[in-house]
């Protein structure tokens, strides 16, 4: 297993409170406290305190994020900070996910219908092997990380390696990858797939986007080169390589039949159940659906919904905690949980949503009660597999504050202070002109400075209306929601702090996390409808976005003064008291986050970037000799991929084409 270090890289060192903030983690986590909390305004450096104090401790380390844009954006961080570890992003790998479901009343079945973003998957299995062959690794993760993976055990042990001077026979080597369920393809390769060409096999490891060129002589692997797959430039040559399966639920052979016998038996008593109950219906249903998916399990080891089948497959007990990414950690680790005020809940209702549609489907035959064990960790699981725990929050609930041990960090490096609060009418006043009329003017002023504006409203419906007014009166704006995809909403918010447009109006996912130093204005709407998205900790999450720039401030729309109004605004003048007296202290003069616009988006395409270079000077030659020719060839694999749905290579080579024709 690899043993380097983790080596913090940074332009700065710790300031403010961000040295003492460490000391007291560091020191905490060395007497063996289980749990701790950074208590850190918006803009006090929460990610580069927990990075100082990961070198300290040099441990692997999961970061647990709320939602995959703010897990996105502390990938990126992490990544900055430790250029020469193994940071990963593990999220859920569905961009669209319908799950099972009946519902009795109408008496409708909906079908599990999802789909799967096949570079985030590959993505999920870089995370997992670089768990099991070094130490400096950093995952940072959304509560996905709780739900079923499959055995570390079994994935790891079914690894395959190959070496150069191994006598393992070329049809040999064929049928072993498809038994670690690599695709055979006679198209260009994807991650996850091979093709055999002459004397040699090609395979693209399921977490990366190189190819291992494995040369035979008779039944010797004679030599393995690793290779760009477009220019077919040879990077490498390699004494061994390992290819990891490319899928996390594996299970071998014996334990298949175990568990076909498994299911069998408890079909039978399932049976019995509803034959007793007089539930006929339900017994029909339920053994024609489980009899087929077991005739598919025999035939290809596969079926729809196998995972329903997962506490028989992996040989676990009935109602036993399954495998997630935590049980890849091993039993020495950090777990950072960020924005813990949200983070700590959702995980903590995570079970009891799944237990709930799962228990009609079973209750009307749709599956076997063993689906139950098909779950996201329960929270006390969950919580005896996590390591020493770190909460960063500007805000902590009541399960973090009745943990104690916390640290705070008012004090920024920066010198900023949180923004300076003003509460307006929201209905029109004489001359007034409510809300809307006054955020629209504000926001012109703001804008003509240079800056950008957030405004949040209660409704979706509210945020797609306003930002449609606001374009109308000639402002450049946005709406943001939980409707739009993941990478989408990275990308909405990259061309927000660009310029793109100026004003983004949201509900509540721009709330915590977001580092976004060009918005010196944010609009509350309605900040006096007391409830979720106006309470102490939103509101107080939500001001806190402005306290990045120097002239950042806030309004408050409302016509009442709530309890959490009040809070909020007496939480943040304390605050910002304290921090008025140490810069007054120090003679400092705060200045606006200066930070470079990027994103997770430059990783996931810093492959192809790096390609289409490489396109370039492999085929200088031949643009030279016959450009149109080299274009067209171009233009006919494009449209091959484009007949057999290969999408992701359609548009490598579209990205191509455009490159050669600008050449040209």
């Known amino acids: 297993m690899n043993s380097q270090q983790f080596k913090l890289k940074s332009d700065w060192a710790p300031a403010g409170d961000q040295p003492s903030a460490i000391a007291d983690l560091v020191a905490g986590l060395r007497a063996g406290k289980g749990h701790q909390t950074l208590l850190g305004v918006t803009g006090s450096g929460k990610t580069f305190t927990v990075a100082n104090v990961i070198v300290q401790m040099q441990k692997p380390t999961l970061v647990i994020a709320h939602n995959k844009t703010l897990a996105a954006q502390l990938a990126q961080e992490y990544q900055q900070f430790f250029p020469e570890n193994a940071v990963h992003y593990f999220v859920s790998y569905y961009d669209y996910y319908q799950p099972e479901a009946y519902l009795p009343v109408s008496d409708t079945y909906i079908e599990k219908d999802a789909s799967i973003n096949e570079e985030i998957e590959r993505l999920r299995h870089a995370s997992t092997q670089a768990l099991l062959t070094r130490k400096d690794v950093i995952i940072v993760a959304s509560v996905s990380c709780i739900y079923g993976l499959g055995s ?18 070329r049809n040999a080597l064929l049928r072993r990858l498809v038994g670690i369920f690599y695709t055979r393809t006679n198209a260009d390769l994807n991650s996850g797939t091979f093709r055999a060409t002459g004397n040699s096999v090609e395979v693209m490891p399921v977490s990366d986007t190189f190819v291992y060129q494995i040369y035979f002589e008779g039944d010797t692997i004679s ?5 760009d797959p477009i220019n077919r430039a040879v990077l490498s040559s390699e004494q061994a390589v390992y290819l990891f399966p490319a899928k996390h639920f594996i299970t071998n052979k014996a334990q298949q039949k175990k568990a076909v016998v498994s299911i069998q038996e408890e079909l039978k008593e399932r049976l019995k159940h509803f034959e007793k109950e007089g539930k006929l219906l339900e017994a029909d249903r339920l053994k024609r659906r489980t009899n087929y998916d077991l005739a598919m399990i025999k035939e290809v080891g596969y079926c729809s919904g196998i995972e329903n089948y997962s506490r028989h497959l992996s040989g676990r007990q009935a109602g036993s905690a399954p495998d997630t990414l935590l049980s890849y950690f091993g ?16 995980i903590s209702g995570m079970f009891a949503g799944d237990e709930s549609r799962k228990k009609v489907l079973i209750e009307h035959g749709f599956r076997l009660p063993s689906a139950l064990d098909n779950r996201p960790l329960k929270f006390p699981e969950f919580e005896e597999r996590v390591g020493q725990v770190v909460y960063t929050t500007a805000t902590p609930g009541k399960y973090e504050l009745e943990k104690g041990n916390i640290a705070e960090q008012i004090i920024r490096p920066t010198g900023l202070m949180d923004p300076e609060l003003t509460v307006r009418p929201i209905a029109v006043h004489g001359d007034y002109g409510g809300q809307v009329q006054d955020m629209i003017a504000e926001t012109a002023k703001t804008v003509k400075k240079g800056f950008r504006v957030i405004v949040t409203t209660l409704t979706k419906k509210m945020a797609e209306d306003l930002s449609t007014f606001l374009k109308e009166k000639g402002i450049k704006s946005e709406y943001l929601h939980s409707e739009i995809k993941t990478l989408e909403r990275i990308k909405i918010l990259r061309e927000f702090r660009q310029g793109t447009f100026d004003v983004v109006v949201g509900v509540n996912l721009l709330r915590e996390g977001l580092d976004l130093p060009e918005v010196a204005l944010i609009g509350i709407l309605d900040a006096d409808k007391e409830g979720f998205l106006r309470s102490e900790t939103s509101l107080i999450q939500t001001i806190g976005r402005a306290a990045r720039n120097v002239e950042g401030r806030v309004i408050l729309y409302a016509d009442n003064m709530t309890g959490s109004m009040k809070r909020a605004i007496d939480e943040t003048n304390r605050r910002r008291a304290i921090q008025v007296a140490y810069n007054k202290e120090h003679g400092i003069t705060p200045k606006t986050v200066i930070k470079k616009v990027h994103d997770i988006m430059e990783v996931l395409d810093a492959e192809r970037a790096k390609v289409a270079d490489r396109v370039l000077a492999l085929d200088a030659e031949l643009l030279k000799l016959n450009p149109l020719k080299l274009i067209k060839q171009k233009e006919k694999e494009m449209n091959e991929a484009v007949k057999k749905l290969d999408f992701e290579t359609a548009a490598i080579l579209r990205d191509e084409i455009v490159l050669l024709k600008e050449k040209l």
């Open 152 to 169: 570390p055990a079994e994935y790891e042990k079914e690894n395959l390696k190959l070496a150069v001077g191994e006598s393992v026979g």
């Open 223 to 227: 030599r393995i080169d690793k290779v």
């Open 331 to 346: 039993k020495d680790f950090l777990t950072v949980i960020d924005e813990s005020h949200v983070t700590v809940p959702q």
